[in-house]
């Protein structure tokens, strides 16, 4: 399983949507924004727990239509495993 740089990912168990930053030998270094602290957060993760998340089109994520207290959206069930 390969992911690049750029890619949107989530934990195979849920969470939220994760920007994958690079890897290394260590596994997939992610990036995501915690809404309860308003920090950027970074992990590195196994590549076997993420899986890809594909946007459609009209699921761009466009900050003036979701409200601070919202849940960011996640593609309604169109995931790509590689």
Same mark, same amino acid.
């Given at each position: 399983?390969?992911?690049?740089?750029?890619?949107?990912?989530?934990?195979? *168990? @849920?969470?939220?949507?994760?920007? !994958?930053?690079?890897?290394?030998?260590?596994?997939?270094?992610? =990036?995501?924004?915690a /809404?309860? *602290? @308003?920090?950027?957060?970074?992990? !590195?993760?196994?590549?076997?727990?993420?899986?890809?998340?594909? =946007?459609?089109?009209? /699921?761009?994520?466009?900050?003036?239509?979701?409200?601070?207290?919202?849940?960011?959206?996640i593609?309604?069930?169109?995931?790509?495993?590689?």
């Amino acid at each position: 399983m390969s992911f690049e740089a750029g890619d949107i990912v989530q934990l195979k *168990s @849920g969470g939220p949507a994760m920007t !994958v930053s690079g890897s290394s030998a260590e596994g997939i270094h992610c =990036l995501w924004f915690a /809404e309860i *602290s @308003g920090e950027v957060k970074s992990a !590195v993760i196994p590549p076997i727990c993420l899986e890809l998340i594909v =946007l459609d089109d009209d /699921e761009d994520l466009d900050d003036e239509e979701i409200e601070d207290d919202e849940p960011l959206p996640i593609s309604s069930g169109r995931r790509r495993r590689q």
